[in-house]
């Protein structure tokens, strides 16, 4: 019996036809969406209006005048249709903004206002992609460095009236002097690399307000260290220069405001242009709607034949389609790739590899549903960005590949994948968690001209690879070499494999020293490649591979080891403590399993947690999201006795919380800080105010990278416990660092002399 052919062209014609009538319905829908964009961009102008009418009295007491007598329109229950407990309060910091307290008070309460206009009328979610920092800059950056210098002024004029000062009072400048550095530094981070960014024609004045608030800074900080010095050695009788800083403020001050100014009158410009934009789309829709309509009646039967052949075409291909986001798929990218037609000679198309970071960590806390809600949200939000020429496809996991024809040059493509990263950096609220995606991107451009072929798909893929490398929100564009070095980490990662398997892959040690007794105290556990015609492979010739390849839990775990062997052992020989210390990842000091297995080592080892030091980059604690699981483990093995360090101590901007949160035992003082010390002024005092920052909390300090006399003995003279470096000894095998134990043989002059 022949089955009869299936007559879909005739249901799709009815389906369309069915489909017109309701099309006035939809059209109106969408008309009323697009004029509620518009009431939200009025209302996100309504408060920038209230905030430019609020900048005399902000203005006034950050520079301690006396408060305008007359105030603005301060209505924002009716303004800005905020709730009346908001509403309240904000009334009772404006109160108190203009009533007579101390100016960093007043600030305060200035960013309390400021902070609740801008979250309370969502200005992030009207501002392009170009401007996405803008409003964190207004709500918070740039008010908290006034805040902040303010208080260190109003702190280092109070202690400069006292006769003599307790540890509460150099904590105080050395803290509220680390908070004021991190503020200052990220609005001139971001002002320098994203204002160059912006469109519009105010972009050039707001770089100008931006090179002014850096002269600025520069200054002040400048004297915000002179402060901090002489504070941390007022117990030698030198007098506290609170001057300086103070007379800095109001020019740090003046320029932080204009520069908040500016960019507010900047975000009102881009406000107002995107609210015409709308409002022509509104009315040009309305005119011509009806038309549509129409035509679409007359097409009905042609799309309907139309539709019929696709849809047999599109059964015969199936596949083709992502089932989690409803994007194509990486079949449908390359499919697509030979249907792809250049415009002109001129024309360049290009090819962007995007990949999550820390994915697995949204997972582990949230759970897999809301995964999947922030995978088809990033689709969704790719998909609105590119436009109609543009193709997004997911292509696996937490990876996404975007074809955007029509590119003219490589900055043209950067600066539209940096807006992809300011785009989902912003935060965003999922199932009630929030969360801040942070992404790498590959880029591969063709030549003008040039057809499109799945090599600019394996471009573009190399370059994501190296993107991965250099950390999250990393940009980088295809080069040649990079298909070299990725075929120089596939065949070293096939060698890897065999070195794992024949224990080639070992630790090395290098030597810690204490630098009062001149004995050897502990050893810092650090990777080594051995057994092969080119000799010892260093790390850097061989983690990168193996971190593509996924071998580094096991060079981790081979690593400590070994290690924890070696500390086993030292006991026959060494009667003082000795701790082994071994870099722990951060991959491993998130995952929920952490606290068990280094336990479980530790004891299979032989060992007690309290001959273990864990040692934990400062780095790692700068994301909150990710620092969250990493704090609670390293609290949960600090209460097991392991010994905690911190690693690259002051290279980070969490030294104060780090110290603050953890139970720290020892800082390792970064090489940056070292090296030079005992020839360089101005090093000697950020290095002597890092170390007696860690003095007066009681914790051991330990500076690497030491390899001149002169650096070691300024670091004795100035309170430093233990040293490792060149000086001493570089990481050596386990056979010489138990010879060097035995007879304490290491080139160290002042120690000799007290240990012969």
């Known amino acids: 019996m022949t089955r009869r052919p299936l007559k879909i062209h005739r249901w799709l014609i009815s389906i369309v036809v069915l489909l017109l009538a309701p099309s006035l319905l939809f059209a109106t829908l969408w008309i009323r969406n697009t004029l509620s964009d518009v009431h939200a961009v009025d209302r996100s102008m309504a408060g920038l209006e209230m905030l430019i009418e609020l900048e005399p009295d902000i203005r006034a007491a950050a520079l301690g005048d006396t408060p305008i007598t007359t105030p603005p329109k301060f209505d924002a229950r009716n303004r800005l249709a905020m709730p009346k407990m908001v509403h309240n309060k904000l009334l009772e910091d404006y109160v108190i903004l203009k009533s007579d307290v101390s100016v960093s008070e007043a600030v305060r309460r200035a960013r309390d206002i400021v902070r609740a206009i801008v979250h309370g009328v969502d200005l992030t979610s009207v501002t392009g992609p170009d401007s996405a920092e803008l409003p964190y800059l207004v709500s918070d950056s740039i008010l908290s460095v006034v805040l902040e210098s303010s208080a260190m002024v109003q702190t280092g004029n109070r202690i400069a009236q006292k006769d003599e000062l307790n540890l509460w009072d150099k904590m105080a400048v050395t803290v509220q002097g680390g908070q004021f550095k991190v503020a200052a530094d990220l609005v001139s981070r971001v002002t320098n690399q994203y204002f160059s960014m912006l469109q519009m024609q105010g972009a ?9 608030y850096r002269d600025a800074n520069g200054s002040y900080q400048k004297a915000g260290a002179e402060l901090l010095t002489t504070t941390l050695q007022s117990d030698l009788g030198i007098t506290i220069a609170a001057g300086p800083a103070s007379s800095s403020y109001p020019v740090l001050a003046t320029a932080c405001l204009d520069l908040w100014r500016g960019i507010i009158d900047y975000l009102a410009e881009e406000l107002a242009q995107t609210r015409q934009a709308k409002i022509v789309a509104v009315v040009t829709a309305s005119s011509f709607g009806l038309v549509v309509i129409l035509l679409a009646l007359s097409l009905a039967t042609v799309l309907g034949r139309s539709l019929a052949a696709r849809t047999r075409k599109e059964f015969d291909h199936l596949g083709y389609e992502d089932a989690l986001t409803g994007l194509p798929n990486r079949r449908a990218l390359v499919k697509s790739l030979s249907s792809i037609s250049l415009p002109d000679d001129n024309s360049r198309v290009a090819i962007l590899h995007l990949d999550i970071r820390r994915f697995k960590a949204i997972n582990s806390r949230f759970g897999d549903a809301v995964g999947d809600e922030v995978l088809r949200m990033t689709g969704a939000l790719l998909s609105s960005v590119v436009g109609d020429k543009g193709i997004v496809t997911r292509i696996g996991g937490t990876e996404f590949m975007i074809l955007k024809p029509g590119i003219q040059n490589a900055a043209e493509l950067k600066t539209f994948a940096g807006g992809l990263i300011r785009l989902l950096a912003r935060e965003r ?133 070994q290690a924890m062997s070696v500390a086993f052992d030292m006991q026959a020989i060494n009667t003082r403590a000795f701790h082994i210390g071994l870099n722990v990842s951060a991959k491993l000091l998130m995952d929920e399993n952490c ?52 690693d690259d101590f002051g290279t980070g901007h969490s030294s104060i919380s780090s110290l603050r949160d953890l139970k720290i035992n020892r800082v390792k003082i970064d090489r940056s800080y070292v090296a030079g010390v005992d020839q360089n002024p101005e090093l000697q005092r950020f290095t002597g105010a890092l170390m007696q920052l860690a003095r007066s909390l009681g914790i051991s300090i330990l500076a690497e990278g030491v390899e001149t006399e002169g650096e070691q003995r300024w670091l004795q003279a100035n309170g430093c416990d233990v040293i490792q470096g060149f000086l001493i000894s570089p990481a050596i095998p386990r056979e010489q660092l138990f010879a060097m134990v035995g007879e304490q043989a290491f080139i160290m002059p002042q120690t000799k002399q007290l240990t012969s």
Not at 204 to 212: F, I, T
Not at 608 to 623: F, K
Request: hydrophobic content about 45%; aromatic content about 6%.
């Open 595 to 646: 606290v068990e297995q280094l336990l479980a080592e530790t004891r299979n080892s032989g060992l007690q947690p309290q001959q273990v030091s864990i040692e934990i980059l400062e780095a790692v604690m700068i994301d909150a999201f990710s620092a969250a699981p990493i704090r609670a483990n390293v609290n949960k093995l600090s209460e097991l006795g392991f010994y905690i360090e911190l």
């Open 204 to 212: 050039g004045k707001l770089q100008a307000l931006a090179e002014s």
């Open 429 to 561: 609220s999922i199932d009630g968690n929030v969360l801040r995606l942070d992404c790498c991107i590959g880029l591969s451009l063709t030549e003008p001209g040039q057809n499109v072929t799945n090599k600019l798909l394996v471009d573009a893929t190399l370059a994501a690879r190296s993107a991965k490398r250099k950390g999250t929100q990393n940009i980088e564009l295809f080069s040649p070499d990079m298909r070299a070095i990725f075929e120089k980490n596939t065949e070293t990662a096939k060698e890897l494999h065999d070195a794992l398997q024949s224990g080639n892959i070992v630790s090395w040690f290098q030597p810690q020293v204490d630098i009062a007794t001149g004995q050897i105290v502990g050893a810092e556990a650090l990777v080594r490649w051995v057994g092969i015609e080119d000799g010892v492979r260093f790390p850097g010739a061989f983690l990168p591979a193996a971190e593509e390849a996924g071998y580094m839990e096991a060079i981790d775990l081979t690593v400590r080891n």
